[in-house]
């Protein structure tokens, strides 16, 4: 089974700050996810990615594939970004349906 | 737009009562799963379904059952609510391999 480490677990930055949020995998993998949930549970996926570098507004994540390394960066934060940030990767390696989820990071933007 | 929903938002149940809870999505995927989240344990996979009638166990089956009729609605039974049982639980559904998971708002049960 994949396991997922993400860091750090908590993260408290001001308004306007760059923010990073880091995931490790221990198993090669063909893609990766990064979540959102914020308070009240509802979760939405952010990004998938299986190379490179994908950006989505102020949102960019990364990933490493040889160093089984995936990062997430939140440019200009923002209050409304406050949320727990969850990367997720398959289960074992092979099949993209299930998967294995990090203990997640919460990020809280203070204005 | 994807809609993944589920039955109720909050439920209070006793201890030993049956427990019903139910997913609906609405985009005519294939895949289905149910997980439960608990702080400082993230989210674990209980089940799965890849089709109508067909199931697979995930990492924390135990206690828990599934049922898969209609391809749109998968629904997890808790046989017997037990106090560990108190969770946040999670549906979400896939179209196909490499494809976003849809989560549903999540259902709050505590178990008295």
């Known amino acids: 089974k994949n396991e997922v480490e993400q860091s750090p677990q908590n993260l408290t930055a001001q308004e306007g700050e760059f923010i990073t949020i880091n995931c490790s995998y221990s198993?090669?993998?063909?893609?990766l996810h990064w979540l959102q949930q914020h308070p009240g549970g509802g979760i939405v996926s952010l990004f998938m990615?299986?190379?490179g570098k994908k950006k989505h507004g102020r949102l960019i994540a990364t990933i490493n594939i040889q160093e089984k390394h995936s990062s997430l960066h939140i440019t200009a934060s923002h209050p409304r970004d406050s949320a727990v940030y969850i990367c997720?990767?398959?289960?074992?390696?092979?099949?993209?349906?299930?998967?294995?989820f990090g203990k997640g990071t919460l990020l809280t933007v203070n204005p | 737009d994807v809609k993944v929903t589920q039955s109720s938002r909050y439920l209070v149940k006793r201890t030993g009562e049956k427990v019903f809870l139910e997913c609906v999505q609405d985009?005519?995927?294939?895949?289905m799963f149910w997980y439960r989240q608990d702080p400082g344990l993230g989210l674990r996979l209980i089940y799965f379904?890849?089709?109508?009638?067909?199931?697979e166990k995930g990492d924390i089956p135990e206690g828990y059952s599934v049922s898969r009729e209609k391809k749109e609605r998968f629904s997890l039974i808790l046989e017997s609510a037990s106090t560990s049982q108190t969770s946040m639980y999670l549906c979400?559904?896939?179209?196909?391999?490499?494809?976003?998971?849809?989560f549903g708002p999540g259902t709050r049960l505590l178990v008295l």
């Open positions: 990615l299986s190379s």
């Open positions: 979400a559904s896939i179209s196909g391999q490499g494809e976003t998971q849809y």
């Open positions: 985009m005519d995927h294939e895949n």
């Open positions: 379904s890849y089709d109508v009638k067909m199931k």
């Open positions: 997720a990767v398959p289960h074992s390696g092979g099949s993209n349906y299930k998967l294995t």
């Open positions: 198993v090669g993998i063909s893609a």
